[in-house]
């Protein structure tokens, strides 16, 4: 057996498992961990953020981009307890994220010392599995452990190592057995389940597909079944992507992130086939329709609507199964009309892009990075609007990847996604995308992309508002109190901290913005752009409940929802009233 440093040997750990970059700030409680990060830094870059939550949350992107385990640290005390909104945003998307946290020296703990605190019992519910090292020779096996962990159940794994610990020396030449990421599953379904979905899928007028990310390596099935059996396709907002968003029988999501085609098409719907998500608000669809939910869950079985058809099994082998069925439905009135409806979407979307005669439109802004985006281009998207403009606009339909916070929702994502992006895929175009609220929150850490020269392009969105909150108090009648926000000249402030700053308030400047951009790009730039871009304040159109049919919700309703959102009958007719024109 070999000498070595514990801290040495946590860290050839972490090479062993492939992790290249971990987030983090150091301390007195972590420097002999620290110090060991460094023996390894030739294989095992230490990312020095400005805050540990950007870490975190940094991490928990690394993991939802890759598939691979996110790393960050903290210190005892302030650093363990800064980790833990990016721990929760692993946590509740349920990726392996691995956290190294610092803790008093052993002969001071249980003293009342500077710092100290019992930290185990913070991370109880945040964390699947987490332990306190006793003593140098564990550190490398409870390490390995917690990956394994985090690996097998998708979620959270902490270590906690008391300083004086690390700084040890140990007897260790590595572990024999292989680092495995995953353990390989395929879930196939029940021939008598299929039977069941084969009869219902023949019985059904007006059918609709809609899928999570458990579909995701899916893309090809999920569009030969969508084309085989005439079914527009719904996505939650996080899967948005499984199916290509241009292609025509993709409606958009369902939901205040969502779109009026993807509304309306699953409110017409008398059956949905339910499959790798489970997404709650499908509890909001109408109660006659035939509910078929397939998952490898056994426990999501059923857990947000009650289902007539529950199959478990992996999404592709349930699409794979499906598409050996030897009958198949030429293009519906129900089809084409969700298809018209998407089309008369996008292009008011379009039209709100090109108006700038009021101001540079958000819609706009997402138009042009759409045009500017490569086909390989990664997202980190924040919270709040911006999300819900981004989902509906930006291109996932060749090899894009995005990431957001999607059930936790923590404003300040969007920085910290951009900059895992740049870091797990540095031959690639990322941009991160926040408003102006949460993107002050973060907004020291583009220091860090200044430091690591990763030219993440940012976009931000300034309203001068919390916008999200914004539509709440509206929808509420309260007052808006406490949601304005000071806005500030970001281009000028990116300048400051050394990157490149860039202004837009009309769509003239918004272009030359996004000249500027490929002309930095083909020039080899190194450094993080800020791109300012000053929108109006509008209150973005309210996705969850679509108000424009007459028949269904009557005059007074149709005609208050239309003029809210500025939507003519003409460009964009009910859905029923397409459907109706079609199968006449």
Do not use: C
């Not at 006659?288 to 478990?312: S, W």
């Not at 924040?382 to 999300?387: K, R, Y």
């Not at 941009?431 to 102006?436: A, E, P, R």
């Not at 400047?509 to 304040?537: F, R, S, Y």
């Amino acid at each position: 057996m070999s000498k070595i440093q514990a801290g040495h040997a946590l860290a050839k750990v972490l090479v062993d498992w492939n992790i290249d970059h971990l987030y983090g700030i150091t301390a007195d409680s972590i420097n002999n961990t620290v110090d060991g990060f460094y023996q390894e830094r030739k294989n095992l870059k230490y990312i020095q953020v400005r805050h540990e939550e950007v870490g975190a949350l940094a991490a928990a992107a690394d993991a939802k981009l890759t598939g691979t385990i996110g790393v960050s640290f903290g210190s005892a005390g302030p650093g363990a307890v800064h980790l833990l909104n990016g721990l929760y945003d692993a946590k509740m998307d349920h990726v392996p994220v691995l956290a190294i946290v610092g803790q008093s020296a052993t002969g001071v703990m249980n003293t009342n010392f500077f710092q100290e605190m019992n930290q185990d019992p913070m991370f109880v519910d945040v964390a699947e599995f987490h332990k306190q090292v006793v003593n140098a020779e564990q550190i490398p096996y409870v390490v390995d452990e917690a990956i394994r962990s985090a690996y097998a159940t998708n979620s959270v794994s902490v270590v906690i190592i008391p300083d004086d610990l690390s700084g040890q020396e140990i007897d260790f030449d590595g572990f024999k057995t292989a680092p495995l990421k995953s353990i390989p599953q395929k879930i196939v379904p029940n021939k008598n389940d299929i039977a069941d979905v084969k009869a219902a899928l023949k019985a059904a007028k007006h059918p609709i597909l809609w899928v999570g990310k458990g579909a995701y390596s899916a893309r090809k099935e999920v569009v030969a079944v969508s084309e085989k059996f005439s079914l527009p396709v719904l996505s939650t907002a996080p899967a948005t992507g499984v199916i290509p968003t241009d292609h025509p029988n993709f409606m958009g999501s369902r939901g205040r992130l969502g779109t009026k085609p993807a509304f309306e098409a699953s409110q017409a719907a008398d059956l949905v086939l339910f499959v790798g998500t489970n997404f709650p608000f499908a509890r909001y669809l109408p109660a006659n329709i035939k509910f078929i939910q397939v998952n490898n869950n056994l426990a999501d079985l059923g857990k947000q609507h009650d289902a007539d058809i529950t199959v478990l099994a992996d999404a592709k082998s349930f699409f794979q199964e499906l598409l050996q069925f030897d009958f198949s439905v030429e293009p519906t009135a129900f089809l084409k009309a969700a298809q018209r409806n998407k089309k008369n979407w996008d292009n008011w979307l379009n039209k709100l892009a090109d108006d700038d005669q009021n101001g540079l439109t958000a819609e706009g802004v997402m138009k042009a990075i759409k045009e500017n985006a490569s086909d390989d281009a990664v997202f980190g998207l924040d919270v709040g609007n911006n999300t819900e403009w981004a989902i509906r606009q930006l291109p996932l339909n060749r090899q894009q990847q995005f990431t957001m916070s999607a059930w936790y929702g923590t404003m300040g994502f969007g920085l910290p996604a951009g900059l895992a992006g740049k870091l797990s895929y540095p031959d690639k175009q990322v941009w991160s995308i926040s408003g102006d609220g949460g993107y002050a929150m973060v907004m020291p850490d583009l220091l860090t992309e200044v430091k690591y020269h990763l030219p993440v392009i940012n976009v931000v969105l300034e309203n001068k508002v919390f916008g999200f909150i914004q539509h709440e108090k509206l929808v509420a009648n309260q007052a808006p109190y406490g949601i304005d926000l000071l806005g500030a000249d970001w281009a000028k402030a990116a300048e400051n901290f050394g990157a490149i700053g860039l202004t837009a308030t009309n769509l003239t400047e918004l272009k030359q913005a996004m000249d500027k951009i490929k002309e930095l790009q083909a020039a080899g730039n190194d450094l993080p752009i800020v791109l300012d871009a000053k929108i109006q304040n509008v209150d973005p159109i309210d996705t969850s409940f679509v108000a424009v049919d007459r028949n269904a919700f009557g005059d007074d309703m149709v005609n208050q929802y239309r003029k809210q959102y500025n939507i003519d009958e003409t460009e964009q007719p009910a859905f029923g009233d397409l459907l109706n024109s079609l199968e006449d």
